[in-house]
């Protein structure tokens, strides 16, 4: 299983509306809308922020939304915040209880 | 509140054995899917492991396929990974995962295993 495709770093200014892309192949990501998106700031655990592609766990801003087309999904962070500045790692179910993590995208609010 | 607490973690020659367990509390454990996810220092998450509610079903990354065994024990609300044949590319923090039909909804804080000589 290679790691899905995420762009390296992504940066905008606060208000801003940023979007992460997630490209995987149609084994993974084109076969199932089982998409999820993780938080991680420095020296943390991971946080689910998105789950099956664009459905929002309790308590998480409505700021992030999450959507798929094809083999890729995406995040978009609106209105972005300092608070928003963090590292951010799709997952996408591979079949048979596997799973794919994204290779990561720093966001940086200017 | 779900709590999950990883512990075993340490430095271990390469080839050497390491188990790992994690702690779980605030939920009924042995009704769902527990995983294990790792992250190599300034890298990315890597899935590693998981196994079915009951313990019946377990599944591995070709990374760690024939090295590593997780199992679990529902009586003590505790997840377990065995590692063995340890290779410096094993050197990460492993987070153990609690998931809900499929996705990592909770995780540990970590528990840091360094393979070195």
């Known amino acids: 299983q290679s790691a899905l495709t995420q762009p390296a770093s992504v940066s905008g200014s606060p208000g801003q509306s940023i979007t992460i892309s997630c490209t995987g192949t149609?084994?993974?990501?084109?076969?199932?809308?089982?998409v999820s998106w993780y938080q991680q700031h420095p020296g943390k655990a991971p946080k689910l922020i998105i789950y099956?592609?664009?459905r929002r766990p309790s308590g998480v801003s409505n700021r992030f939304s999450g959507s798929k087309s094809g083999n890729t999904a995406s995040l978009t962070i609106s209105g972005l915040q300092a608070e928003d500045e963090a590292d951010y790692y799709c997952?996408?179910?591979?079949?048979?209880?596997?799973?794919?993590f994204g290779t990561g995208t720093k966001v940086t609010v200017l | 509140e779900v709590q999950l607490l990883e512990s075993g973690g340490g430095l271990v020659q390469p080839g050497g054995s390491l188990r790992l367990s994690c702690a779980a509390s605030g939920f009924t454990f042995s009704t769902y899917v527990m995983n294990w996810v790792r992250q190599a220092p300034g890298k990315g998450l890597e899935w590693v492991s998981g196994?079915?509610?009951?313990?019946?079903?377990?599944y591995y990354a070709d990374s760690v396929k024939g090295r590593y065994t997780i199992s679990r024990d529902n009586s003590k609300n505790t997840l377990y990974l065995q590692m063995n044949s340890l290779r410096a590319e094993d050197t990460a923090l492993y987070y153990c995962?609690?998931?809900?039909?499929?996705?990592?909804?909770?995780w540990g804080q970590g528990t840091l295993v360094t393979v070195s000589s």
């Open positions: 997952c996408s179910y591979a079949g048979t209880n596997t799973y794919v």
């Open positions: 196994i079915s509610n009951d313990g019946g079903s377990t």
């Open positions: 099956e592609v664009s």
């Open positions: 149609s084994s993974d990501v084109g076969s199932y809308n089982l």
């Open positions: 995962a609690k998931v809900s039909l499929r996705y990592f909804e909770y």
